[in-house]
């Protein structure tokens, strides 16, 4: 009901940014290649989000605005090996109860979209909509109904920063998925498909491919990819640091203080590292369900992938750039 969604909006909806990300995921999952991101007002006015994924039939739009409906679990056993971004099937009904929500989706071979409004527990029959083929989600007047949560945000340019940092973490994942990202009809980030290398210096700086070094390790089921940089020109980000588990930014304070320790006799003075850094380890090592905003994680093993992570990552910041 319509409380217990705004609670649970509480958590999965914590500002405009988080919103946003959820739906970025879903569209990932969707398999989109190409996502347009336009905000208004720092995503408390709009927040909307065009994909060219699979689409959602007719009949299911308003299913997946029920919740704990997601298409992405079959089982119990399923949510042992996560594959997919999202799998609680709260994001969009959490959303929708704080919310004016539409959504247009248009299947590949459907003759046209539909679309669906959704406002005050209310959702509208789907109509008939002019779409290509993928989904557009519209999230207008965020926390509408809940003053208390609105009183907690921050000015329009701080709700920005925080979304376009969410379309960052998201992108530089997915270097093969072009991304564009605009506030209040002004172009923010415009990154085309491009490869892992080329998407990195996209978004940590130009001089951040020249001067860092690519991580690659591999053992015990656990892997490391990416790139540590020591920020020492101007082009390149400082304190840019994107931890990755299994394609899933997180924020891991074991993970940090690997790094960390690793980085200890590279940084001089008041340098902050650049990295981004991608882990790949058997789902069903890591708990990625700590909680709704999904950026914690638990290992199973934490000893050993501190002791691996911090070793590649030593080894890597030992060897000449390249
Ligand atoms: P979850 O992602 O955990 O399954 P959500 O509430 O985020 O839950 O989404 C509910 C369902 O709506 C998804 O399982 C999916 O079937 C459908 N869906 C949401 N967004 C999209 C999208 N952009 N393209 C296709 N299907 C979508
Ligand atoms: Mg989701």
Redesign the pocket.
Known sequence: DLLISQIAAGEVVERPSSALK??L???L??G?TTLTVQLEGGGVDLIR?I?N????ARD?LA???TRH?????ASLDDLERVG????????????AAVSDLA?S?RQRDAAHAWRLRARDETASEPEPAALAA??M?EVRELYRNTPARRKFLKAEATEYAHCAEAVRRIALAHPQVAFTLSHNGRSGLHLPASDAAGRAAALLGEDFLGESRALEAAAGGLRLSGRVGLPAQARTRADAQYCYVNGRFVRDKLLAHALREAYRDQLHGSRQPAYCVFIDIDPAAVDVNVHPAKTEVRFRDARSVHQFAFHAVQRALAATPA
């Open positions: 959820e739906l995921e879903n569209a999952d969707a989109a989000v994909d994924g699979c689409g959602i299911e299913l997946a605005l409906a997601t298409s992405k679990i997919t971004l999202g799998f609680r099937g709260e994001a969009l009904a959490s959303i959504i989706s993928g989904t989600i």
